[in-house]
């Protein structure tokens, strides 16, 4: 009988403890995403995902609009997740689209593709 109390009483410590460093999945992977998003992508993609921002004038290509869902959605998760890790010439795309696989970890990178997907409001072909 005593055993099986302290066995809840520590599942529920377990449970406090993991929901106070993130380790449930919630809101904050998806606030890490958008954090994420404002310090790496929006100096070309813009802080509406559009495209249009300071660098794009520069580029020889113009950066993905992350809001359309036409754009967005002929792209699988996959080639999205391919091109935010390795960079653009891994899914044959310009080299302008620089890899993130040093930087970010591949949670951060699928925490990222959930992003584009929330902003474009659309799914992967
Ligand atoms: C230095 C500028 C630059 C930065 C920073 C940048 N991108 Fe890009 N990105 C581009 C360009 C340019 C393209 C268009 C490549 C093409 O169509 O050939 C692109 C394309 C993409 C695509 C579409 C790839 C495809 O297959 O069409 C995705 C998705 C993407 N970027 C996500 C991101 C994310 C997420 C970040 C931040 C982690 C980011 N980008 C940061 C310039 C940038």
Redesign the pocket.
């Known amino acids: 009988m005593k055993d099986i109390r302290i066995f809840k009483v520590t599942a529920v410590i377990a449970f406090v403890v993991a929901m106070f460093f993130g380790n449930v999945p919630s809101a904050d992977a998806a606030e890490k995403a958008a954090d994420?998003?404002k310090l790496?992508?929006v100096?070309?993609?813009g802080t509406a995902g559009t495209g249009k921002w300071v660098?794009a004038p520069y580029?020889a290509?113009?950066?993905?609009n992350?809001v359309s869902a036409k754009d967005m959605s002929a792209?699988s998760d996959d080639?999205?997740f391919k091109?935010?890790k390795s960079g653009?010439p891994a899914?044959g795309?310009?080299t302008?689209?620089?890899p993130?696989g040093g930087i970010?970890s591949d949670a951060e990178v699928s925490g990222?593709v959930k992003h584009?997907r929330a902003m474009c409001k659309c799914k992967g072909k």
Request: with cysteine.
């Open positions: 994420n998003y790496y992508c100096q070309c993609h660098n580029l290509v113009a950066p993905r992350h792209l080639s999205v091109a935010i653009g899914v795309k310009s302008q689209m620089p993130f970010l990222l584009l």
